[in-house]
C-alpha cells in the first residue's frame, strides 16, 4: 500500500461516504497514509467509539497502469 501511494504514476481514488469519488493527489497521499496505516494493522488500533476502516483494491489496465482504489468508512 505505501509504495503504490508513493508512486506518482498511480492514480489513486478515495471514496468516502455519500461523497463523490475524489482523486488523491501525490502531495496529498503522505497524510492519507498516515491517518489510515494503524486501521491495516491487525488487530487495527482504535480509539473507543471510533469505527473508522479503510479497504483497498489495486486495479491494473492493458496499458499496465496502475488505479489504486481506497473506501473509508466510518
Do not use: N
Request: zero cysteines; glycine letters at 6%.
Amino acid at each position: 500500500m505505501r509504495r503504490l501511494l508513493g508512486s506518482p504514476e498511480v492514480r489513486v481514488l478515495l471514496f468516502y461516504g455519500a461523497h463523490a469519488p475524489a482523486e488523491v493527489e501525490p502531495a496529498e497521499r503522505d497524510a492519507l497514509w498516515q491517518r489510515m496505516r494503524r486501521y491495516l494493522k491487525e488487530p487495527a488500533v482504535r480509539d473507543p467509539g471510533d469505527h473508522t476502516d479503510f479497504d483497498t483494491g489495486e486495479f491494473r489496465d492493458d496499458q499496465r497502469r496502475t488505479l489504486l482504489v481506497i473506501e473509508e468508512s466510518s
